[in-house]
């Protein structure tokens, strides 16, 4: 593979590894469905580890497949791909042949899961850490505003950043980041999933076929339009702003720049936004019914 000459070494490197990784995978051949079929069903009654492993370096190449499509979003991506092919091995142990469908239809559920699991976890761990102030928030917020609740002080962010020596702002930033609006996969979903993870809805076993994936798909583009039509009815430029610098932004302004823009208090911003919020859940109850349940 050609270099560039102003490749920094670091990505030369990687590139190195990819090469020789994707060369090494080559070596193992594929499966067609009668041996996958044979093979995934000896593995389901014996838990043979080289029967496993045949199942696994056959997958190899499928897992360096999909870490590809998200190479947009990470840079490196030996990371998708080692996390990915956790993914697969999760996935071989989980599979029931006796579904009627194909291993690797079933792993790449799987795959993708984890791959998007890291993405997420990580890039919010980036955003965070890009400020002196965002990494020590990171490692300590959580850890004072338990202190102040165990006594009995409202953990206000004024308070916590005077506690921590750091910019308001910041400590409303960093909350927001660290709190629902990052979802994790790992995180319960809501009363009626038995206390299952989101992980386990997205890639258990009810999410196994193209047909499942559409309907999923179908559901986040209702929930998209709603959303949409929920911004056309506002007409009031403060909620306008606050709808869309705020709750429907991956970067959300913090309450004091709006409360700056529009010469009202932090506090008067916070009000509108917790009536926006119950104004935009009505609305989407009332167009999608229980299909979806948003949290802001």
Request: aromatic residues 8%.
């Amino acid at each position: 593979m050609l270099v560039p000459a102003a490749a920094p070494p670091r990505a030369i490197a990687t590139q190195d590894l990819l090469s020789r990784y994707m060369a090494e995978i080559r070596k193992y051949p594929l499966l067609d469905a009668e041996e996958e079929q044979k093979l995934t069903r000896a593995y389901k009654e014996t838990k043979d580890p080289e029967i496993g492993y045949r199942l696994v370096t056959a997958n190899l190449r499928l897992v360096v497949k999909i870490a590809f499509e998200y190479r947009r979003s990470w840079t490196n991506v030996l990371d998708l791909i080692q996390e990915g092919n956790i993914g697969l091995a999760q996935a071989l142990e989980k599979f029931d042949p006796l579904r009627g469908i194909r291993f690797t239809s079933y792993a790449q559920y799987w795959i993708r899961a984890y791959i998007l699991q890291y993405i997420m976890n990580n890039i919010s761990l980036v955003r965070i850490g890009s400020t002196r102030s965002g990494r020590k928030l990171f490692y300590q917020l959580q850890k004072e505003r338990k202190k102040l609740l165990a006594q009995g002080i409202n953990p206000a962010p004024k308070l916590l950043a005077e506690r921590l020596d750091v910019p308001e702002e910041e400590v409303e930033w960093v909350s927001a980041r660290m709190s629902n609006r990052d979802i994790s996969l790992d995180a319960p979903v809501g009363s009626d999933s038995d206390g299952r993870s989101v992980s386990e809805i997205i890639t258990g076993d009810e999410v196994t076929d193209p047909e499942a994936e559409v309907g999923t798909k179908e559901a986040a583009e209702k929930l998209r339009l709603a959303l949409e039509a929920f911004g056309d009815t506002l007409t009031d430029k403060r909620d306008k702003t606050i709808w869309t610098k705020r709750l429907l932004s991956q970067d959300p302004v913090s309450l004091a720049e709006l409360g700056q823009e529009f010469g009202v208090s932090k506090e008067r911003i916070r009000q509108l936004e917790e009536r926006l919020k119950n104004r935009a859940r009505a609305f989407l109850l009332d167009a999608l019914g229980d299909e979806v349940t948003l949290q802001f």
